[in-house]
């Protein structure tokens, strides 16, 4: 029997490896920080002015008073506390300060008594000099010259009387005020303003 000949078998080369990938790059780290991502929202800055936020604040002062001439039993009560005897001075000071007021007071009122009695004296005495001056210059044929003279001293006393009364009743309506206002200023009240509370912007976005 004859033999067919074999087709030669050559040997298959490998196959090729895959070329390994070069290496990253390494990060830059000088800055300190790494890199992001190309995808990553950035982060919001907290310094926009758009959303920017003022806040309102407020100053309150609160400051004790009482009409009376003397402290709430309470704050004498602390006073004493502080120092013994305390209460008893304050109040012994304030009845003094009461007796010399009232005795100013009585002072100050039989003064305008007693000016009020020596003007009505003095406008008496000039009005019955000036009806005699009138009256003898009338006697004497100069009609003008008397007339002038009572009509002159009778509008003189009806002009202060009448600048009195408006001064006694305005006076009249200050103590009036006084006596009904709900507070009696302090002595420090005038040097020292209440301080007003501070103003800014309200909340809100530019």
């Given at each position: 029997m004859s033999r067919q000949p074999q087709p030669s078998r050559q040997p298959h080369p490998p196959p090729a490896k895959p070329a390994d990938p070069e290496p990253a790059p390494p990060p830059n780290r000088s800055s300190g920080a790494a890199e992001k991502p190309a995808d990553a929202e950035p982060a919001p800055s907290a310094n926009r002015s758009s959303g920017a936020t003022e806040f309102a604040s407020e100053q309150v002062s609160v400051r004790p008073a009482f009409p009376a001439p003397?402290?709430?039993?309470?704050?004498?009560?602390?006073?004493?506390?502080?120092?013994?005897?305390?209460?008893?001075?304050?109040?012994?000071?304030?009845?003094?300060?009461?007796?010399?007021?009232?005795?100013?007071?009585?002072?100050?009122?039989?003064?305008?008594?007693?000016?009020?009695?020596?003007?009505?004296?003095?406008?008496?005495?000039?009005?019955?000099?000036?009806?005699?001056?009138?009256?003898?210059?009338?006697?004497?044929?100069?009609?003008?010259?008397?007339?002038?003279?009572?009509?002159?001293a009778l509008a003189s006393v009806v002009a202060i009387f009448v600048y009195g009364r408006r001064k006694e009743a305005e006076e009249r309506r200050q103590k009036r005020a006084d006596l009904t206002s709900p507070r009696l200023r302090l002595p420090d009240d005038e040097a020292t303003p209440e301080p007003a509370a501070s103003s800014s912007q309200a909340p809100g976005r530019e």
């Amino acid at each position: 029997m004859s033999r067919q000949p074999q087709p030669s078998r050559q040997p298959h080369p490998p196959p090729a490896k895959p070329a390994d990938p070069e290496p990253a790059p390494p990060p830059n780290r000088s800055s300190g920080a790494a890199e992001k991502p190309a995808d990553a929202e950035p982060a919001p800055s907290a310094n926009r002015s758009s959303g920017a936020t003022e806040f309102a604040s407020e100053q309150v002062s609160v400051r004790p008073a009482f009409p009376a001439p003397l402290p709430p039993p309470g704050l004498l009560a602390k006073y004493n506390e502080a120092f013994p005897g305390c209460a008893e001075r304050i109040v012994t000071m304030t009845e003094r300060q009461i007796r010399h007021r009232h005795a100013l007071e009585s002072r100050v009122v039989d003064g305008k008594l007693a000016a009020e009695r020596t003007g009505q004296k003095l406008a008496f005495a000039l009005v019955f000099a000036a009806l005699v001056v009138g009256g003898g210059l009338i006697a004497y044929d100069k009609d003008s010259g008397g007339l002038t003279a009572i009509i002159g001293a009778l509008a003189s006393v009806v002009a202060i009387f009448v600048y009195g009364r408006r001064k006694e009743a305005e006076e009249r309506r200050q103590k009036r005020a006084d006596l009904t206002s709900p507070r009696l200023r302090l002595p420090d009240d005038e040097a020292t303003p209440e301080p007003a509370a501070s103003s800014s912007q309200a909340p809100g976005r530019e």
